[in-house]
């Protein structure tokens, strides 16, 4: 593994390198080990990419973006890690898909018109000084034949909404650009990360089915995003319930 270090434009410490297992597995040493907050790891390839509930990020070299950046704050701010990595990644590739409808499908996936540019996994560090793991995986100049047959239907990329490739430098600087401002919001005002995130989150309003961790699925409506980033359903019962983490798909 070779190894890089450079400064963007925000002027944080950036790690790049070629390949490693995952950017947030390299993050979270790198925090462990005391790494200011900004601090942000890239690679061209991952062996081990991976996305929520330890499911694999299909990761080839010099194609995507995979990177991780590292947040400090206070422990109720870092809950909403996950959501200011899915508010920067809709807004850095908007500018990249003009005319296309960008948005968040709760609780971490970036869409393009419907289809999965992008997933966000945050993984918090907790101790006497906590930190969070923004890891960002996005699709840039894949093309259909370069995903797995079972991802080919639901995942897309940059190139292929395009018809034409990116230069993936400018997308990273767009990416760390946004991601630093809006890391800067989490700390003067959490509520505008949530307002955000809502406005794009197309999960909302829709009759949706929840597999909640080792629970029983169900039907409901999302109805609306709380202070920490979790999701209230109503039940087909009519009971509320709050949802922390699970797969939530829109249905019938």
Known sequence: MSLRQSFP?????????DTTTSTND????????????GATVMADRQTSG???SGRHWHSPPGMN?????????TPSNLRLAPLVGAVATCAAVEKHLPGFRVSIKWPNDVLADGRKLAGILAELETGPEPFAVIGIGLNVNMQAADFPTGLRT???SLRIELGRPLRRAALQENLTEQLAAWCNQLGRDPGRIVEAY???CTTLGNRVRVTPPGRPAFTGRALRIAPDGALWVERD???QVRIE???VDTCA
């Not at 390299?26 to 907050?37: N, V």
């Open 9 to 17: 434009q925000d002027g944080r410490l950036l790690f790049v390198v």
């Open 26 to 37: 390299l993050a979270r040493e790198w925090g462990r080990q005391g790494a200011p907050d």
């Open 50 to 52: 991976r996305g929520r």
């Open 65 to 73: 973006l995979y990177l991780s950046r590292i947040i400090r704050d």
């Open 154 to 156: 639901p995942a897309t």
């Open 198 to 200: 809502t406005c794009r």
């Open 237 to 239: 019962d009519r009971q």
């Open 245 to 247: 983490a699970g797969d």
